[in-house]
């Protein structure tokens, strides 16, 4: 049967406002569709909610201006908190990736719970989807990634949860924000994972690392929307840039360097569940390459990663 957003919508709204009541509610605004999402819907149900972003340090180029940006037009009152230091301080040495996902995980409901507390909100609203906790196994599914709102929760937490997108599909998430009135830069957005830049550093996890990673990110992401947008390519359905752990040989001018390598992924998805590596024109990755390696003067070596889900997934880690 197709996916009704209005019939989706309602069913949401009665739910929430049914579970929360009249306490009132905290969500994690990531600036992704997902959360994005059941923001809007805690804001049509009429519940008391509180809107938190928190800088982890692993974000994307500029991620807290424009998620601040965007809250202010769909009219979600967002408060910011700068947690950078105390998430890389309990990354650093961890190179494992369920490590790093069930560490963001429980310092994210840490914060939280602090941030609750000072509010008064007893319930924690999460951008939770599918794949999320299909993904993240138990109850007979094997676990192929921990996500971090699913695997990496603590086992004793001081609020109640309300997952009101948990059955979707992204898809049906970006169908049921437009028909919430989002914006389309919000309902189209790619997806990001909740661990951020941290599972796209792989291995152990630095300041200098996650810098590199994140211009990197930023164009590839830039790159990629340029050319989509002049009709070159196809836009895909996640694309973003990683970076590997060790070291390759090149050369600058005449002498030998030793940089990193940066892999560049882009893939073609309906649910995330399953997909296809995306066909960049080889012109589209030269500019990406090109630009990546004299902008960021710690490469020297750029690959584009051309393995479908599965074998893989779609981030590295």
Request: charged share 30%.
């Given at each position: 049967?197709?996916?009704?957003?209005?019939?989706?919508?309602?069913?949401?709204?009665?739910?929430?406002?049914?579970?929360?009541?009249?306490?009132?509610?905290?969500?994690?605004?990531?600036?992704?569709v997902?959360?994005?999402?059941?923001?809007?819907?805690?804001?049509?149900?009429?519940?008391?909610?509180?809107?938190?972003?928190?800088?982890?340090?692993?974000?994307?180029?500029?991620?807290?201006?424009?998620?601040?940006?965007?809250?202010?037009?769909?009219?979600?009152h967002?408060?910011?908190?700068?947690?950078?230091?105390?998430?890389?301080?309990?990354?650093?040495?961890?190179?494992?990736?369920?490590?790093?996902?069930?560490?963001?995980?429980?310092?994210?409901?840490?914060?939280?719970?602090?941030?609750?507390?000072?509010?008064?909100?007893?319930?924690?609203?999460?951008?939770?989807?599918?794949?999320?906790?299909?993904?993240?196994?138990?109850?007979?599914?094997?676990t192929?990634?921990?996500?971090?709102?699913?695997?990496?929760?603590?086992?004793?937490?001081?609020?109640?949860?309300?997952?009101?997108?948990?059955?979707?599909?992204?898809?049906?998430?970006?169908?049921?924000?437009?028909?919430?009135?989002?914006?389309?830069?919000?309902?189209?957005?790619?997806?990001?994972?909740?661990?951020g830049?941290?599972?796209?550093?792989?291995?152990?996890?630095?300041?200098?690392?996650?810098?590199?990673?994140?211009?990197?990110?930023?164009?590839?992401?830039?790159?990629?929307?340029?050319?989509?947008?002049?009709?070159?390519?196809?836009k895909?359905?996640q694309?973003?840039?990683?970076?590997?752990?060790?070291?390759?040989?090149?050369?600058?001018?005449?002498?030998?360097?030793?940089?990193?390598?940066?892999?560049?992924?882009?893939?073609?998805?309906?649910?995330?569940?399953?997909?296809?590596?995306?066909?960049?024109?080889?012109?589209?990755?030269?500019?990406?390459?090109?630009?990546?390696?004299?902008?960021?003067?710690?490469?020297?070596?750029?690959?584009?990663?051309?393995?479908?889900?599965?074998?893989?997934?779609?981030?590295?880690?």
């Amino acid at each position: 049967m197709p996916f009704n957003p209005d019939k989706f919508i309602l069913s949401s709204e009665k739910g929430i406002k049914s579970a929360v009541g009249k306490e009132k509610a905290i969500i994690a605004l990531s600036g992704g569709v997902d959360s994005f999402v059941a923001a809007a819907l805690c804001a049509k149900s009429g519940i008391n909610l509180q809107a938190v972003f928190v800088d982890t340090g692993c974000m994307r180029k500029d991620e807290a201006k424009k998620v601040k940006a965007a809250a202010d037009e769909v009219g979600v009152h967002l408060k910011i908190v700068n947690a950078e230091e105390q998430f890389l301080s309990a990354l650093a040495g961890v190179d494992e990736p369920e490590r790093k996902r069930k560490i963001i995980g429980e310092l994210f409901i840490r914060v939280f719970e602090k941030e609750a507390k000072e509010s008064g909100a007893t319930f924690l609203v999460q951008g939770t989807i599918a794949p999320d906790w299909i993904e993240s196994g138990g109850h007979g599914r094997d676990t192929i990634k921990s996500h971090h709102n699913v695997g990496g929760l603590p086992a004793k937490m001081g609020l109640t949860l309300c997952e009101p997108l948990r059955e979707l599909y992204k898809h049906e998430v970006r169908i049921a924000g437009k028909s919430l009135g989002l914006p389309r830069y919000v309902y189209e957005r790619q997806p990001f994972p909740g661990p951020g830049l941290a599972v796209r550093v792989v291995g152990e996890i630095t300041k200098e690392k996650l810098a590199i990673v994140r211009e990197a990110c930023d164009i590839a992401e830039n790159e990629i929307d340029r050319a989509s947008a002049e009709g070159k390519m196809e836009k895909p359905w996640q694309y973003f840039a990683a970076l590997l752990p060790s070291k390759t040989v090149g050369v600058k001018g005449d002498e030998r360097s030793y940089k990193f390598t940066i892999v560049l992924r882009a893939v073609k998805s309906l649910d995330g569940m399953t997909a296809n590596f995306s066909h960049i024109p080889p012109e589209v990755l030269q500019v990406i390459s090109t630009r990546i390696t004299n902008e960021i003067r710690e490469v020297g070596r750029v690959v584009y990663d051309i393995t479908n889900k599965p074998p893989a997934t779609i981030e590295l880690e």
